[in-house]
């Protein structure tokens, strides 16, 4: 025991704490440049920038290929050109027939008429141009956020500007999933460290039962918690953001909120919440048993040191991993989830411009999700670099 537990065992973080070898300045790394830097954070911040140029164009890169399938997707290839021509022209055929001399012209000369007018419509649509063309120029358009006018869809203001009707919808996606998610993360952690103290329990073993449940996704869960809690007991509404009419004090407003969040949060918590604990339970158990947590048992640390220390932090960039990966079930599924609680978010904004063949809302919306997916595993990346000290920051990953 003693010869495993040494006076220098090596911890995941000990050998950090250590002085690099062969600095240029005498080897302790703190040597001084005329300007009053240090080489070490010149360094240091030489390869934090290159990590983050990386991660940036690796993301532009996700994002343009995201976007760009969802342009050949919402437009078929070019198919939907002619329902669009379609509907032009049966537009133009009702506001011709208006007209008491457009019904009083032979019926030659009214389908010449017609097709004028549509072949106008379509040049000032810029459907006379090849689609592979103008895939591009709608590549740009969203990319650049320049989003232009949706064809049937508009704000609650009134406006068929792409911009505003997105900017309308994404504040109550935001409440719900930045919400949910913050609360799946927490109740994960705690309640995996608190069964990793009582493997083999009773709670333990039901939490590993019901850990196949989070197949489900989370709008299956929507389902019944609405059944259950609005239409049986009729605790808490069947959808929406806030009461009808919204009420005007600004603290009843929220708490309106907060009533009409609990169902859908509740839906995206338990979508992934037992399979979470399982799995971060798990990382816990293979942590407690390293040889650097028995020495610091012997040491006689509190049981609490020793889990923070010791375990947690040890495991934290194999959760937030994980996390990051369990985000992409989330976003994918709270277009139906929010649909099933007819809240006003983008998810709910697809399935209309969808139903609609909104094209422009369609691609502004899959853009906006691209960008909020992006964000988020830029965040993580930063977290996971500082969480974990043996990630070679821009030298291409995890040190081992």
């Known amino acids: 025991m003693s010869d495993s537990l040494g006076s220098k065992s090596e911890t995941p973080y000990s050998r950090h704490s250590e002085p690099n070898e062969g600095d240029a300045d005498g080897g302790d790394g703190s040597g001084l440049n005329a300007d009053g830097t240090t080489s070490t954070g010149k360094s240091s911040a030489k390869r934090i ?29 070019g198919a939907v050109d002619e329902l669009r021509i379609g ?82 919808r994404l504040p109550p996606t935001l409440y719900l999933f930045a919400s949910g998610n913050l609360i799946l993360f927490f109740l994960s952690v705690f309640g995996a460290l608190f069964l990793s103290r009582r493997y083999g329990s009773k709670l333990d073993r039901a939490v590993v039962a019901l850990a196949p449940t989070s197949t ?17 007991l009729g605790w808490l509404p069947f959808g ?23 169902l859908p949060v509740t839906a995206v ?43 947690l932090r040890p495991t934290l960039p194999t959760i937030i ?25 983008l998810g709910s904004l697809i399935m209309q411009a969808i139903s609609q063949t909104d094209t422009p809302v369609i691609i502004g919306s899959v853009a906006i999700y691209s960008y909020l997916l992006v964000f988020t595993f830029l965040i993580l990346d930063v977290v996971y670099a500082i969480v974990d000290p043996r990630v070679g920051v821009g030298s291409g990953g995890a040190e081992s």
């Open 49 to 77: 920038s290159k990590y983050f140029t990386v991660r940036l164009l690796q993301a532009a890169v996700t994002v343009t290929l995201a976007v760009y399938a969802s342009i050949l997707i919402a437009n078929a290839g």
């Open 87 to 168: 509907q032009i022209r049966e537009q133009q055929s009702v506001y011709l027939s208006q007209s008491p001399e457009f019904r009083d012209l032979r019926s030659e000369r009214r389908r010449d008429l017609i097709d004028e007018h549509v072949q106008m419509e379509i040049r000032r649509l810029g459907l006379d141009e090849p689609f592979i063309f103008r895939s591009f120029r709608y590549l740009r358009n969203a990319l650049t956020l320049d989003l232009g006018r949706a064809e049937y869809l508009t704000s609650e203001s009134g406006s068929r500007q792409v911009r505003y009707i997105i900017l309308e």
């Open 216 to 232: 489900a996704p989370n709008w299956f869960y929507g389902i019944f918690l609405v059944l259950i809690f609005s239409a049986v």
């Open 240 to 262: 929406g953001m806030v009461a009808s009419p919204p009420p005007a004090n600004p603290f009843l407003y929220f708490l309106s909120l907060v009533r009409h969040l609990v």
């Open 269 to 311: 918590v338990l979508n992934l919440l037992f399979v979470s604990i399982y799995t971060y339970r798990t990382f816990f158990l293979l942590y407690s048993s390293e040889d650097y947590v028995e020495m610091a048992k012997a040491k006689g640390l509190r049981s609490g040191v020793v889990e923070r220390r010791y375990i």
């Open 321 to 345: 991993t994980n996390f990051s990966l369990s985000m992409i079930t989330v976003w994918l599924g709270s277009i139906l989830l929010e649909g099933v609680f007819n809240w006003p978010g």
